[in-house]
């Protein structure tokens, strides 16, 4: 998306492991807090927070899998969604 729309701010968050029923009771991370990056950079003026095209984690910015980062991977994915849905992105 942050490639295809540089004037959008654009990032992937992971919430962590959370206690629910799809994540189960014993997962260890904290339910109240799984938003909170969300809408940290939804809202946020801090300048950490300005930016797109990352991967976040807690509020920290983490390294996404090798292919999150290969253009010609990320076109080849949206293709074949396109391909599977009948709906075109880009």
Same mark, same amino acid.
């Given at each position: 998306? $942050?490639?295809?729309?540089?004037? %959008?701010l654009?990032? $992937?968050?992971?919430p962590g492991w %959370?206690?629910t029923?799809?994540g189960?009771?014993g997962?260890? #991370?904290d339910?109240?807090?799984?938003?909170e990056?969300?809408?940290?950079l939804?809202?946020?003026? #801090?300048? #950490?927070?300005l %930016?797109?095209?990352?991967y976040?984690?807690?509020?920290?910015?983490?390294?996404?899998?090798?292919?999150?980062t290969?253009a010609?991977?990320? #076109?080849?994915?949206?293709?074949?969604l396109?391909?599977?849905?009948?709906?075109?992105?880009?």
């Open positions: 998306m $942050a490639r295809h729309w540089p004037t %959008v654009s990032n $992937a968050v992971d %959370v206690p029923r799809m189960g009771a997962a260890p #991370d339910l109240a807090k799984g938003h990056t969300q809408a940290w939804a809202v946020s003026n #801090d300048p #950490d927070a %930016v797109s095209g990352r976040w984690y807690h509020r920290r910015q983490r390294l996404p899998a090798p292919e999150a290969d010609t991977f990320q #076109d080849r994915l949206t293709a074949k396109a391909e599977l849905t009948g709906i075109t992105l880009f």
